[in-house]
């Protein structure tokens, strides 16, 4: 009976935790606000490490019709000549049900190729997933806006 | 003890849905599968009544030209559409509790103002169990340039 008790306990505390993020939605929207942030900065300075602990490891990415991984994603990034492009981000809504959350918004893509210098805006999707207490990105992907 | 066992029960109303549910993950990603099925064919059938119980009312979308569009434009794009065969070529369902994301990729044949057409498009859909059932609360459509 006290290992049921012991169970019950542990269940008890993970669906606490579950209540108290849907009962925080205001703050959830502000922690990923803040972690889509952090996403910008890491890749602006190729800080893999950050990156590594923003994305989930099962992190599926979509853009131009391809599919890139956590692995494909932090190794392009490891690549990457810093600073040559820049990302500026424009207001985004957040949606959060519980424990997971849709940030949909814009971003801007100015890139140097060549010594000619390129404005692309992007509009994103992206996934999140509150997890062992952070949320990581689980899923996201882009597409070119034609205005 | 029963009473102390009886109160934590009663506490634990928000378990994580796999729990919830009963289902191995097996069933889960099969279940989902088949809704992705069921939301192809609509397309295909004009049927915006599938989709109803499928996407959730906050549902968005991120089309290829970057427009967003919402659960009300979805239903009314299926009565218009000019799909005829829906072929799906992979698709991967990956469990995070009670979220689920799908990847894959649909070969899209049509005809449209009389010319037929075939569009390879890479997707990725985010499910939730919500409310005892399997909702979908957001997806990205891009086409596959060969």
């Not at chain 1, 306990?9 to 803040?34: D, H």
Request: glycine share 6%; charged share 25%; net charge positive.
């Amino acid at each position: 009976m006290k290992t049921m008790g012991w169970w019950l306990m542990v269940v008890c505390a993970l669906s606490l935790s579950v209540s108290t993020q849907e009962g925080n939605e205001g703050s959830a929207a502000t922690a990923i606000r803040a972690r889509e942030r952090e996403w910008v900065v890491a890749q602006s300075r190729n800080d893999n490490r950050a990156l590594d602990l923003i994305f989930d490891d099962s992190l599926v990415y979509v853009e131009y019709g391809r599919l890139v991984t956590k692995g494909d994603y932090l190794s392009r990034i490891k690549r990457a000549t810093a600073q040559l492009s820049q990302i500026v981000m424009e207001p985004m809504a957040v949606r959060t049900f519980g424990s997971t959350a849709i940030a949909v918004g814009i971003y801007r893509e100015r890139t140097v190729q060549e010594g000619k210098v390129r404005v692309k805006r992007w509009r994103f999707i992206d996934t999140w997933v509150y997890k062992k207490g952070s949320w990581v990105l689980v899923a996201a992907g882009a597409a070119p806006l034609t205005e | 003890m029963r009473t102390v066992t009886l109160v934590m029960l009663l506490a634990c109303t928000g378990t994580p849905a796999i729990f919830a549910q009963g289902l191995s993950d097996l069933d889960v990603t099969t279940k989902i599968v088949a809704m992705e099925h069921m939301w192809s064919q609509a397309y295909v059938l004009k049927d915006p009544k599938a989709l109803e119980r499928i996407l959730d009312d906050a549902f968005v979308n991120v089309e290829s030209d970057g427009k967003v569009i919402t659960k009300a434009d979805v239903l009314a794009e299926v009565t218009k559409s000019s799909v005829l065969q829906v072929l799906t070529e992979s698709m991967v369902v990956r469990l995070h509790g009670d979220t689920a994301i799908v990847t894959g990729v649909v070969l899209i044949k049509g005809l449209e103002r009389g010319k037929a057409f075939a569009q390879r498009e890479r997707f990725v859909d985010t499910w939730l169990y919500k409310n005892g059932q399997w909702v979908t609360i957001a997806g990205l459509v891009t086409p596959i340039r060969e």
